[in-house]
């Protein structure tokens, strides 16, 4: 232990997960796909250092100079001539954290038809004919000088060959994201702290995690209710239950963490915290998607933004689609009733750099925006790591209340159990839920996930049950239904993403975006674009590294190092889209994980740009002198100063309406525009007739009995906001139904 203090206060390294044993690439495929990710990421050196000409990218020492002194005048706490060099000179074919992430992406995590896509690029380009074809070089890629190879690379973003358009997209985004967090210099360089500021592990609950003997058949267990999930939906259901006096257990894929482990290193935390470690991509691959895949679910790696469904949406739902409980009071009361338990409260915000700005901004061009509000607790909550994972106890979400609740109440956990199919008795022509089937893996002899799987007991549980209560999120909870023998054709259908589209500004000021609360302010003002309910909400982005600078477009190796080094200057704005069209979730046929085929429609990218345009005028109001979009082929708006004495023209620059548009020209249609999606919603939708949705009004999954689905995929459309409170409160009200359901059939109601 150092002498530092916070050096000694600082989170428990938490053991990656062991690697894939399959290599799946040859030797050949492995080289020339390491020799475009030094294209991406480059070495870089001057003329004077340069030793090996294909390996490395060679500039001036004059290009070096310039660049070296405009850090020293823009960059607060620029790198020393040394460190400098040392983060120009890395490149991932040298570091081996960086091989080991993209292995584990390409072989663990990828789709089987995308990696054997990738597989025959690279065997194509090894190959006379298909180098030409791909490169316009009869001369394989990896023994290119490497300014030859950034063009070749460059060339593939405008190529007429569209699987070259998403090979550029893919592995740009993978070399950017992987660097940024295996990069032994990148922290360092741009004073991103390894330990939080005012870093302080808070109380937290003693989970005790059902355990089981090894053994050849079945263990086979009773309760009165299992639910499947320990997300927002899952964690209310657990609690009101276990309160009401049923035996509840409540199990999940995914495992607990507790704060000492808190939060993550980004690489640890995509792999223990997000499903398919944050890389699952839709079909097209035009959007990444992020949900939660922990004990807690969403509950543990959300922005504690807690926010009620607007009037709109409520009408919606009630009067177009004919759910009238969503116009009640009852509605109304749970929500008040999920917000009271988390101490909900706008009250006690402090706004960091970015909020401010989406403040300011909004308010100097006359836009409506707010605080919003969190589930604290009513406490301040100035922590900006919360989405690898929240070390106070500060955020008040599932792991900090209702999961604790619902143990004292006398509910039982298991941790690592994946739930395949639900059980039904049929025997009287009814299709009666009796419980689940799934596979449970223990942790390791040290307590960690880490090793080979003979240190671990896989054993596969049976639970039965009185009722099962399916709670696995919009991806997976369509998965276990058709897993299960069910064929509603709605299954998986009316999936809505809120597709998002990313503005950033760089400021003068030294921003430290990793600093405090991360999403606090909304702008609405945009928020019902077309009169119908559709439009976007403003708001502020998770800042750490990996997420956020993995956005910066990639022109060239050089100039995105560069642009990189200015992280500490900037905010990230999100643009979020209430989606009108929808896509659909089903399961791969080969590893059973869930597939999305979603693309964001003309309609939603015409509303989402109107708000991309609106956010690029918030930054600029708000003083940014540098606006990037993350969108290809779109450069970085620069500021220029006003003249001493000359009036300031705002919004109304010239040149700042011109490169508006030039945004909107190029368009945010996909592969051009990057897309994310934290929110999933509407797979198992709720509805009046069983030929319109999966659930009825009260939760239960049509043509069943005894089975239910309480989670965001019951949403009859997008909720336009972030999903977590209105997850809660239909959780709220579904789960109190099941438990008048279970008090009627015991005779105890």
């Given amino acids: 232990m150092g002498s530092n203090p916070i050096e000694m206060l600082a989170p428990l390294a938490t053991p990656l997960p062991e690697g894939p044993k399959d290599q799946f690439f040859t030797e050949q495929q492995w080289t020339t796909l390491l020799a475009i990710m030094d294209t991406i990421i480059p070495s870089i050196h001057t003329e004077a250092t ?3 000409q294909s390996e490395q990218l060679t500039i001036s020492k004059e290009k070096y100079n310039t ?55 690279l065997s194509a380009l090894n190959t006379r004919v298909g180098s030409y074809t791909l490169t316009g070089y009869t001369t394989p890629i990896h023994e290119q000088p490497m300014e030859i190879r950034q063009a070749i690379v460059k060339s593939w973003r405008v190529s007429y060959l569209k699987p070259l358009n998403l090979i550029y997209k893919s592995l740009t985004q993978a070399a950017k994201n992987l660097w940024v967090k295996s990069s032994p210099t990148f922290y360092e360089t741009t004073g991103f702290p390894q330990v939080p500021k005012d870093y302080k592990q808070g109380k937290h609950y003693d989970y005790k995690f059902e355990q089981f003997p090894a053994g050849s058949e079945p263990e086979t267990i009773e309760t009165d209710v299992i639910v499947v999930g320990s997300g927002c939906g899952g964690a209310v259901c657990a609690k009101n239950l276990a309160e009401a006096g049923h035996r509840v257990l409540v199990v999940d894929k995914g495992y607990y963490f507790s704060p000492a482990s808190l939060p993550m290193h980004e690489q640890t935390a995509m792999e223990h915290l997000f499903d398919n470690a944050g890389v699952t991509q ?3 691959g035009s959007m990444t998607i992020l949900a939660g895949s922990t004990w807690g679910g969403g509950g543990t790696v959300n922005w504690s933004a807690s926010l009620q469904p607007q009037g709109f949406v409520r009408k919606e739902w009630a009067q177009d689609r004919g759910l009238t409980f969503f116009e009640t009071a009852e509605f109304q009361n749970c929500l008040d009733r999920v917000c009271e338990r988390m101490g909900v409260s706008a009250e006690h915000i402090r706004h960091n750099h970015g909020n401010k700005a989406l403040l300011e901004g909004s308010r100097k061009l006359g836009y409506t925006a707010k605080a919003v509000p969190q589930n604290t607790n009513g406490d301040e909550h100035y922590c900006g790591t919360c989405t690898l994972g929240c070390a106070s106890g500060g955020k008040h979400g599932t792991v900090m209340t209702w999961l604790p609740d619902a143990a004292k109440a006398g509910a039982k956990f298991v941790e690592g159990f994946k739930v395949e199919k639900v059980l039904f008795d049929e025997s009287n022509g009814r299709k009666v839920a009796t419980g689940v089937k799934g596979v449970w893996t223990s942790r390791n002899s040290k307590g960690e996930l880490d090793g080979p799987a003979s240190e671990v007991t896989v054993r596969e549980v049976i639970v039965k049950a009185k009722k099962v209560i399916v709670s696995c999120g919009t991806l997976w909870s369509p998965i276990v239904l058709l897993n299960s023998g069910l064929k509603n054709w709605q299954i998986g259908r009316n999936t809505y993403l809120h597709p998002v589209n990313i ?78 069209d929808t896509g659909r979730v089903y399961p791969d046929t080969a590893s059973g994980l869930p597939r999305i085929a979603y693309t964001p429609s003309a309609f939603d990218r015409g509303i989402i740009m ?56 190029i368009g945010n249609k996909p ?30 999954v049509w043509g069943t009995e005894g089975l239910y689905v309480s989670d965001a995929s019951v949403f009859p459309s997008a909720s336009g906001v972030n999903p977590m409170i209105t997850n809660m409160a239909i959780s709220d009200w579904i789960s109190r139904g099941i438990s008048k359901e279970l008090k009627s059939e015991e005779g105890t109601g």
């Fill in 671 to 700: 592969p051009v525009a990057t897309y994310a999606c934290a929110h999933q919603m509407g797979s198992c939708r709720m509805s009046t007739r069983e030929a319109d949705g999966v659930v009825d009004p009260k939760g239960k």
């Fill in 67 to 121: 660049a070296f002194e405009h850090l020293q005048s823009n960059v607060t706490n620029p790198p020393s001539q040394d460190l400098l060099a040392k983060y120009l000179e890395e490149r991932p074919s040298t570091n081996p954290k960086f091989q080991d992430a993209l292995q584990r992406i390409l072989v663990q995590r990828s789709r089987d038809d995308a990696r054997k896509g990738l597989a025959f690029i």
């Fill in 282 to 284: 839709t079909d097209d």
């Fill in 610 to 665: 109107e708000g991309n345009v609106a956010c690029a005028k918030i930054a600029y109001a708000a003083g940014a002198i540098e606006i990037h979009a993350a969108i290809q082929g779109v450069q970085p708006f620069i500021r220029d100063p006003v003249p001493e004495g000359a009036i300031d023209p705002g919004v109304t620059d010239p040149k700042f309406n011109a490169w508006l548009q030039e945004l909107v020209k």
């Fill in 503 to 580: 503005i950033i500004g760089v400021f003068k000021e030294d921003v430290r975006p990793w600093e405090g609360g991360i999403l606090t302010s909304v702008c609405t003002s945009y928020d019902n674009i077309d009169g119908q309910g559709h439009g976007v909400k403003i708001e502020t982005c998770c800042m750490v590294p990996g997420l956020f600078v993995t956005l910066l477009d990639w022109t060239d190796g050089f100039d995105w190092k560069l642009r990189a080094l200015k992280y500490r200057h900037m905010n990230g704005f999100i643009v979020i889209g209430r989606d009108r």
């Fill in 50 to 52: 340069t030793s090996y």
